[in-house]
T-cell receptor
Framework: AQSVTQPDIHITVSEGASLELRCNYSYGATPYLFWYVQSPGQGLQLLLKYFSGDTLVQGIKGFEAEFKRSQSSFNLRKPSVHWSDAAEYFCAVVARSNFGNEKLTFGTGTRLTIIP | KAGVTQTPRYLIKTRGQQVTLSCSPISGHRSVSWYQQTPGQGLQFLFEYFSETQRNKGNFPGRFSGRQFSNSRSEMNVSTLELGDSALYLC?????????????FGEGSRLTVL
């Protein structure tokens, strides 16, 4: 079965600094990959997705992610973080199969704290 | 376009009781998924409905059940509540006929079991 690993539970970044959140997946074929963000007390919002094609995908709020098949990774990046980016970030995967797609599986999340 | 609406937002129950949570998807969306979110287990998939049929199911006991109505609104029910059922229950809708993972989430129903 597919799985997603987010090795960093908590990351603290200064406002204006760059950000990279790590995500590794485990699946034999090319999965659909996602990053979702959850602000305190809120539901999840889709930041970006990768289905196929260009391995560098752009999302909302200035985020981007790069799919690297050789490393089974889909890391999230932002060149300059803002205080409003403080939230929990979830990487997720849907594994495709010959019989149809499967459920969306989430990683454990990375909590991002922004310091002034 | 209105987003996914979940009711109630907060509720408190005692052990042994049952609870019903409601979810109204985005207009036109026919797929509704439910997730349980807890600090210890993270986001766990409960089940997914598409056009009133359960299309996928997670590894939860039979106390957790759901259904979807012809207008795509969905309910989930938890019977014989246990302390460990305290969680944020998130509903998500999608327009996908195939589950491609693009979900729109509600703000959740926070259940506390005493």
């Amino acid at each position: 079965a597919q799985s997603v690993t987010q090795p960093d539970i908590h990351i603290t970044v200064s406002e204006g600094a760059s950000l990279e959140l790590r995500c590794n997946y485990s699946y034999g074929a090319t999965p659909y990959l996602f990053w979702y963000v959850q602000s305190p007390g809120q539901g999840l919002q889709l930041l970006l997705k990768y289905f196929s094609g260009d391995t560098l995908v752009q999302g909302i709020k200035g985020f981007e992610a790069e799919f690297k098949r050789s490393q089974s990774s889909f890391n999230l990046r932002k060149p300059s973080v803002h205080w409003s980016d403080a939230a929990e970030y979830f990487c997720a995967v849907v594994a495709r199969s010959n019989f149809g797609n499967e459920k969306l599986t989430f990683g454990t999340g990375t909590r991002l704290t922004i310091i002034p | 376009k209105a987003g996914v609406t979940q009711t109630p937002r907060y509720l408190i129950k005692t052990r042994g009781q049952q609870v019903t949570l409601s979810c109204s998807p985005i207009s036109g969306h026919r797929s509704v998924s439910w997730y349980q979110q807890t600090p210890g287990q993270g986001l766990q998939f409960l089940f997914e409905y598409f056009s009133e049929t359960q299309r996928n199911k997670g590894n939860f006991p039979g106390r957790f059940s759901g259904r979807q109505f012809s207008n795509s609104r969905s309910e989930m029910n938890v019977s014989t509540l246990e302390l460990g059922d305290s969680a944020l229950y998130l509903c998500a809708s999608s327009s996908d006929r195939m589950n491609t993972g693009e979900l729109f989430f509600g703000e959740g129903s926070r259940l506390t079991v005493l």
